[in-house]
């Protein structure tokens, strides 16, 4: 079984930048395929990005490329989401999920383990 606790939310200005933390245990975290995905009041749960095993490929969703980086440290078990020029339209709560398969999946059905989330608000 696979845990994952995510930090790093919390309530920012527009314009501001936030790094997202995901810390992973149970499971050797290198065999483990690492996504982020958000979910806004009323709304479903979105991709915003992925990361393979390795952290040689990076996958995001239209709507944040550009100002989301993904990235991992595997030697501390930790997958990161670096948002920057964040906007009010960016406040959500951000999961992060992990799946044992090799492809950076982009649909939440396809995520075996999840995080509590970490909630991002971003004022005007």
């Known amino acids: 079984q696979v845990q994952l606790v995510e930090s790093g939310g919390g309530l920012v200005q527009a314009g501001d930048s936030l790094r997202l933390s995901c810390a992973a245990s149970g499971r050797t975290f290198s065999s483990l395929t690492m996504g982020w995905f958000r979910q806004a009041p009323g709304k479903e749960r979105d991709f915003v990005a992925a990361i393979t095993k390795s952290g040689g490929s990076t996958y995001y969703a239209d709507s944040v490329r550009g100002r989301f980086t993904i990235s991992r440290d595997n030697a501390k078990n930790t997958v990161y989401l670096q948002i920057n020029s964040l906007k009010p339209e960016d406040t959500a709560v951000y999961y992060c999920?992990?799946?044992?398969?090799?492809?950076?999946?982009?649909?939440?059905?396809?995520?075996?383990?999840w995080g509590q989330g970490t909630q991002v608000t971003v004022s005007s």
């Open positions: 999920a992990a799946r044992g398969g090799n492809y950076p999946a982009r649909t939440r059905y396809e995520y075996d383990y």
